[in-house]
């Protein structure tokens, strides 16, 4: 699959170095993708944050009374997520990357990720995520098909949307999907985002 589309290509970020300057993206209020999962989760579920950052979804769903596990690549995001969520019960975080999960097979009755995964990689991120969530749970994702900075950066990527499809229709079904682009900037400047948003059902 990654020689089929060989264009498909990921950003370039120290994010250890954004999370203790302040990343753009940590905020108190929850993604989109955690909102979107929300309707359908049973009372009690444990939830899988994939990519969960400094943690600002994972207290979203503590404090509504689920059990959540946060998983990222970045220690320093992680460092802050254990220290914002010391008061609360049933969350837990790791360091480690989406392509190998340190979660036995069907762990989760559902789980998400939000503007983390992209690039060549996807194609294990998405067997992963299927492994450990149980058989018809539930996953929302939000991610970046494209980012195109007005002047070229180490952050521009690009994951096809077919790519992306032929990578989750092997595992999920696809029940909501829908692409839009925005344009923000940050401190590498102006630029655009083409997004993808899901909703799926694990399909084993």
Not at 113 to 136: C, D, L, M, N, W
Not at 151 to 162: A, I, M, N
Not at 194 to 202: A, D, I, K, S, Y
Request: hydrophobic share 35%; glycine share 6%; with cysteine.
């Amino acid at each position: 699959m990654k020689n089929k589309y060989p264009e498909a290509r990921r950003s370039t970020h120290d994010f250890d170095k954004e999370y203790r300057e302040g990343a753009h993206w940590d905020t108190d209020k929850p993604s989109t993708a955690a909102l979107r999962l929300l309707p359908f989760l049973k009372k009690n579920a444990y939830l899988l944050d994939d990519g969960c950052g400094a943690g600002r979804d994972c207290i979203f769903f503590a404090k509504k009374g689920f059990r959540v596990s946060g998983i990222d690549m970045s220690p320093a995001g992680i460092a802050l997520a254990k220290q914002r969520s010391k008061e609360l019960h049933g969350i837990d975080f790791f360091v480690g990357k989406g392509e190998n999960l340190p979660y036995k097979d069907n762990t989760f009755d559902a789980g998400y990720t939000a503007y983390v995964f992209e690039g060549p990689t996807f194609p294990q991120v998405a067997a992963e995520i299927s492994r450990v969530i149980k058989p018809h749970g539930y996953f929302s994702i939000a991610m970046f098909l494209k980012t195109s900075y007005e002047k070229p950066s180490e952050r521009d990527s690009d994951t096809p949307l077919p790519f992306v499809l032929e990578s989750l229709e092997q595992y999920f079904e696809i029940k909501e999907q829908e692409v839009d682009s925005y344009w923000e900037t940050d401190d590498a400047g102006r630029h655009e985002h083409e997004r993808l948003q899901m909703l799926l059902v694990n399909k084993k």
